[in-house]
């Protein structure tokens, strides 16, 4: 016992090294915002809060395909859906095959089914590599999404599965969305602390060989057909997780909620926060989903009228260059409309800082080390210095 004791210490120990130094206080900061300042907001903000955890575990599921292994995957959102739709399946009154069953024992259906069908779309796109993979993965997400449209007497179509069973606790049932946020904190929590300690095992080493260059890998004895298998499985199942936390939180499975979009946010959440880095992808959440929805909250509104004085010295700075050139630039509007004008157009925004965040930092806010260093020393420099050339 005592012995055991000390491992998980090591382990503890061993996992908060492996943060850098200057994101520890934002980790501290999240812990102690989760803990003490849950009351504080509204519904609303907790439902923002929840999105960014829920994107966040999806993000972290995706990096250990594309991040870690390098298989380009746009269907992450068919693992997503089976999370969702097992536990909906299942565990609606209104579904034709409600079993009746405890959330806590669809759960780990859930996962299993997710990783055996991460498996499944593995096996026929082995040899695949690059844009290939791709598309292929591109279309076996529509496929699910398609296949969950038609098979009524599953999924009820288009009409969806509502009233879906709630996590019970045996104290409680989980039905807040403060509640779910804890629950989907966590799982975030677990997830990262998973992807991390894969990382840096053998298999995480596999991985990255694999991404590196596949056929070296193979020339190495590494057995990619199993690790990239495994890359699959492991993406797959983090996908259902999230889909078997958003099913009860929703209350509403449907396929229109499992578009083309889903993938696509998750996999710019990998790109934009680092690829290969488990942090990285919680900062990408932030960025990518809760941005957006920060950008229409009414105390944004309400903040930005603080910066009213801004309209009366920018207008005469229009004015004079609407007198100097062809263009005829509006005039700021009133500040009561600046919150109105801002969610209309947030998307704008959103954009531009998508922009700014990929130019000034083009291997993501916090890559891994590896991939700074590749970005830093490209290949083509290093061959070229080695040859002696420039």
Excluded: C
């Excluded at 990285?280 to 944004?300: D, K, N, Y």
């Amino acid at each position: 016992m005592r012995s055991l004791r000390a491992s998980w210490g090591r382990v503890q120990e061993q996992t908060w090294e492996r943060i850098p130094s200057r994101l520890r206080p934002i980790v501290w900061f999240l812990i102690a915002f989760s803990v003490v300042f849950i009351n504080r907001f509204d519904d609303t903000w907790m439902r923002m809060f929840f999105l960014v955890g829920l994107y966040a575990t999806l993000g972290m599921g995706l990096n250990v395909v594309v991040g870690m292994a390098g298989l380009l995957d746009l269907g992450f959102v068919a693992f997503f859906a089976t999370g969702a739709y097992t536990v909906a399946i299942f565990g609606s009154p209104v579904s034709p095959h409600d079993a009746h069953l405890n959330y806590w024992v669809l759960v780990p259906l859930a996962i299993g089914l997710g990783a055996l069908i991460g498996v499944l779309l593995g096996l026929p796109v082995l040899p695949l590599r690059g844009d290939y993979l791709a598309i292929v993965t591109l279309g076996f997400g529509e496929i699910i999404r398609i296949l969950a449209l038609n098979m009524n007497d599953y999924t009820r179509g288009s009409s969806g599965l509502f009233e879906i069973r709630k996590p019970d606790l045996g104290f409680m049932v989980i039905e807040d969305v403060r509640a779910f946020y804890v629950m989907i904190l966590v799982a975030a929590l677990a997830v990262w602390f998973v992807t991390s300690r894969i990382r840096d095992s053998r298999v995480g080493r596999a991985w990255e060989a694999i991404r590196e260059d596949e056929d070296v890998a193979a020339a190495m004895g590494i057995n990619t057909t199993r690790y990239k298998l495994m890359a699959f499985a492991t993406g797959a199942a983090v996908g259902a997780i999230g889909g078997a936390i958003y099913a009860p939180f929703i209350d509403f499975v449907a396929p229109q909620s499992f578009s083309l979009q889903v993938s696509i946010n998750v996999l710019a959440i990998v790109i934009i926060g680092g690829m290969g880095n488990t942090t990285g992808v919680i900062a990408g959440s932030l960025i990518l989903i809760g941005v957006p929805e920060l950008l229409q909250f009414q105390e944004t509104a309400d903040f930005l009228q603080k910066f009213a004085w801004l309209r009366d010295v920018l207008n005469p700075v229009i004015h004079g260059f609407n007198t100097v050139t062809f263009l005829n630039l509006p005039d700021l509007p009133q500040p009561e409309d600046w919150g109105k004008k801002l969610a209309l157009y947030r998307f704008v925004v959103f954009g531009l800082l998508m922009v700014i965040v990929m130019v000034l930092r083009p291997m993501g806010i916090f890559p891994s080390k590896r991939r700074e260093l590749e970005f830093e020393n490209p290949p083509e420099a290093e061959l070229a210095a080695s040859q002696g050339v420039g």
